[in-house]
C-alpha cells in the first residue's frame, strides 16, 4: 500500500507561483508513473503532468511553460513548480502514483486557489 499527501497549495494572485509536493510513504519502490491531475468546480478532472521514474515529462497543452513536474526518487516525492498562475488553475490538485503492478494511488487534494 502507498500513501501520498500532497502539500503546497493555497491562494495566489494571477501572475504569481506556487510549489506543490507530494509525498509517498509506504510500499514505493516499484512506483514509476506520478501525476499531478486537478479538478475545478463543475468540471472533469484532468491531467496536469506526469514523470516516470526515468525522469520523462509530459503537460497538458494549459501549462506547458508554465507548470514543472520532478521528482526525488530519494524522498519518494514528486513536485508541481507553478508559475505565471491564471485564474483558470484554480482548482483542487490530486497527486497520483502507479506501480510496477498498475496498482493505482491518489492524494487527498491540495486546494489552488488565483484571483484575479
Known amino acids: 500500500q502507498v500513501q501520498l499527501v500532497e502539500s503546497g497549495g493555497g491562494l495566489v494572485q494571477a501572475g504569481g507561483s506556487l510549489r506543490l509536493s507530494c509525498a509517498a510513504s509506504?510500499?514505493?519502490?516499484?512506483?514509476?508513473?506520478m501525476r499531478w491531475y486537478r479538478q475545478a468546480p463543475g468540471k472533469q478532472r484532468e491531467l496536469v503532468a506526469s514523470?516516470?521514474?526515468?525522469?520523462?515529462?509530459n503537460y497538458a497543452d494549459s501549462v506547458k511553460g508554465r507548470f514543472t513536474i520532478s521528482r526525488d526518487n530519494a524522498k519518494n516525492t514528486v513536485f508541481l513548480q507553478m508559475n505565471s498562475l491564471k485564474p483558470e488553475d484554480t482548482a483542487v490538485y490530486y497527486c497520483?502514483?502507479?506501480?510496477?503492478?498498475?496498482?493505482?494511488?491518489w492524494g487527498q487534494g491540495t486546494q489552488v486557489t488565483v484571483s484575479s
Open positions: 497520483y502514483a502507479r506501480n510496477d503492478y498498475m496498482n493505482v494511488y
Open positions: 509506504g510500499s514505493v519502490v516499484s512506483l514509476n508513473s
Open positions: 514523470i516516470t521514474s526515468d525522469g520523462s515529462t
